[in-house]
């Protein structure tokens, strides 16, 4: 975790301290007899699965209840999600959602089964994961400046996704529509096959998750014209942010973090946010979500809450610029 993080997460643990609730030796004082089901909207071994396996193992210790991980993957974590919003608010079943199950769901799926923020009560967020723009390492286009000009330059270019509705889709569908470009959508099943086609040169670009595609930019096999980071990183200095390279509207992070059904007990709430935060801050806990390629990214329940009303919101701008729209 970054060091500048620190001061921000004792801040955080020492708000959620204040007014008489529990503190981290509370924590350990709970004692639950049924064990913590953890719904994970998706299948084993993706990020979303390591880190609930990760903060889970160590909350477990902090709560001194078991924290069981539940897969349920499938319809874009619908199916997942759905269960969540279904089960008995004893505060014994959470969810590790996203941007997708929590956000853009909502307005890019018809017939959703739960409502994002309704059916849910915020209980912590964990992690982010930026997004990069990346070419082909053939490309003719060396910037995004390169790229927007291709796709206005006659000829259609194409893009693929990780699938249809994901945010790799929107987001991309977003810059094409911003920028008055002529693209056509290329939406494979997951992200593996579309970056394979993209190293191929079989579509013209794609927006991935930035773990997805490093070790292909740092190969040389793909070029990332920008990523949707605040600074550039250390280890990619040349990579221009999405606010250098005139698309700040691209800086659209992918996030995770745990949600209730709604209706539990408030207090249940305080000591799963405490005790899943205390979990995150842990330094080998840390190190693992980097591992993984995740961005720890700490914020209490009330603030949690303050931000995801702002990503829904966020999320249906763009879903009204790019009228995408799936069946759950």
Known sequence: MEGAEEPMKRRLFSRLSLGGLLSAPAIARAQTQSPLRLIVPAPPGGSTDILARVVGERASTLLRQPVVVD???GAGGIIGTEAAARAAPDGNTIILGHNQTHASNQWMTRNLP???????????RLATVHHATVVPANSPARDMAGLIERGRGGRRISYA???????SHVIAETLVRRSAMDAVHVPYRGGGPATTDTVAGVVDFYVSTWPGVVALVREGRLRALSIGAPARLEDFPAVPTVA???VPFMAVDAWFGLFAPKGVEPGRVTRLSLAFLEALSQADVAARAVQAGLNAAPMGAVDFAVFQLAEVRRWQEMAQLTGIMMES
């Open 71 to 73: 897969n349920r993957g």
């Open 161 to 167: 996704s990780s699938q249809a509705g994901s945010a």
């Open 114 to 124: 739960y409502q994002v923020v309704e059916s849910f009560a915020p209980i912590a």
């Open 244 to 246: 250098e390279a005139g």
